[in-house]
Structure formats: C-alpha cells, structure tokens
C-alpha cells in the first residue's frame, strides 16, 4: 500500500474501468446475440455505453480514493548525506 501513497489513482481506475467494461460488454454482447437475436446497431451502442461507462465511474472512484492515500513524510537517517542546494 505504501506504493500507492501520493499518487493520483484516477488513471490506475479509469483503465480498470475500461479493461472490466470492454471484458462485460464483449461477452454480454455476445449473449445478447446469440440468446436474443439483438441487432448489431443496439449491441455495439451497448458494448461502447458499457465501456465509457464503467471507465468514467473507475476514474471517480481512484480520485476520491487518491485523497486517502496522502504522500508519507521521507524519513532521513543520520547516515544519509545532506541534500544538495
């Protein structure tokens, strides 16, 4: 978790949203031809509304969680050498 401190997750979660959008719309996509003989049109709408959709709602969740994780303090030991001007 220390990884994630100081860091914006919006990005991390928008491309979480996407990848889980586009897997979900393929194979629902997928059902809804072969089970219900949807139309292609109504299909690749729903498939593109899916992974917009979810990638939108990714990037909300990773910035509101960005704020939880602030950036830690560096710990300087005695045995560092000080930091140049």
Avoid: Q, Y
């Avoid at 809804?32 to 899916?50: H, M």
């Amino acid at each position: 978790m220390k990884k994630l401190r100081g860091r914006n997750l919006a990005h991390p979660g928008c491309l979480i949203g996407i990848t889980t959008g586009l897997t979900l719309g393929i194979v629902l996509a997928g059902v809804l031809a072969t089970v219900f003989n949807v139309s292609l049109n109504t299909l690749l709408l729903l498939w593109l509304g899916l992974t917009l959709g979810l990638g939108v709602i990714g990037w909300i969740i990773g910035d509101r969680l960005s704020s939880r994780f602030p950036a830690l303090e560096e710990e300087v030991s005695s045995t560092d050498p000080p930091a140049a001007p």
